[in-house]
T-cell receptor, first 119, second 114 residues
Framework: GAVVSQHPSRVICKSGTSVKIECRSL??????MFWYRQFPKQSLMLMAT?????????EQGVEKDKFLINHASLTLSTLTVTSAHPEDSSFYIC???????????????FGPGTRLLVL | AQSVTQPDIHITVSEGASLELRCNYS??????LFWYVQSPGQGLQLLLK??????LVQGIKGFEAEFKRSQSSFNLRKPSVHWSDAAEYFC????????????FGKGTRLSVIA
């Protein structure tokens, strides 16, 4: 299957600093990528849909100014957690949609996740 | 709104025993269905998917799933479980109209005992 990478895999930062997480589709182009947050022993919570060349679409309750998303190319989306606080500590996972010509049989592939700890 | 239900939060099976993880969906049209597996601290790996055609789909690691429209189900099965199968399993559904994201179930944690 297709490969999606995330960097960094783990990050520890001080409260008030900003952290950038990269999501790359390594062997396919992705017009659409998704960012999820996962709390311990819970399912994935969709934060936003990242669209190449346009603004991201955020889910209700997700602060746009806190979680900045940039999808500058067909293989890269970034999530920046601005002015991070301890409550932002979580596991962040991205996914990239591998598109087909008919736009029907498309599959989302997931990155390995980024563990963020804000002290 | 579409939804996915995984009724079993946690299942424990013996190594070598068969496994069935349940997944039910609620959606008006035919959805596209997926099973993903997540090991601790890892991302999600695609096990298998159903778009159309044969309702019994084969996936990686010896898993299979059967789509039953009449029951709105897409249960995951494996005839003989290995200890390395212990993980969290997520069923997901999507329809393709624009940039619709996957809708996930809450997951089923599988434990394997000797």
């Amino acid at each position: 299957g297709a490969v999606v990478s995330q960097h960094p895999s783990r990050v520890i930062c001080k409260s008030g600093t900003s952290v950038k997480i990269e999501c790359r589709s390594l062997d396919f182009q992705a017009t659409t990528m998704f960012w999820y947050r996962q709390f311990p022993k819970q399912s994935l919570m969709l934060m936003a849909t990242s669209n190449e060349g346009s603004k991201a679409t955020y889910e209700q309750g997700v602060e746009k100014d806190k979680f900045l998303i940039n999808h500058a190319s067909l293989t890269l989306s970034t999530l920046t957690v601005t002015s991070a606080h301890p409550e932002d500590s979580s596991f962040y996972i991205c996914s990239a949609r591998q598109e087909t010509r008919d736009r029907i049989q498309e599959t989302q592939y997931f990155g390995p996740g980024t563990r963020l700890l804000v002290l | 709104a579409q939804s996915v239900t995984q009724p079993d939060i946690h299942i424990t099976v013996s190594e070598g025993a068969s496994l069935e993880l349940r997944c039910n969906y609620s959606y008006g049209a035919t959805p596209y269905l997926f099973w993903y597996v997540q090991s601790p601290g890892q991302g999600l790996q695609l096990l298998l998917k159903y778009f159309s055609g044969d309702t019994l789909v084969q996936g990686i690691k010896g898993f299979e799933a059967e789509f039953k429209r009449s029951q709105s189900s897409f249960n995951l099965r494996k005839p003989s479980v290995h200890w390395s199968d212990a993980a969290e399993y997520f069923c997901a559904v999507v329809t393709y109209s624009g940039n619709t994201p996957l809708v996930f179930g809450k997951g089923t944690r599988l434990s394997v005992i000797a």
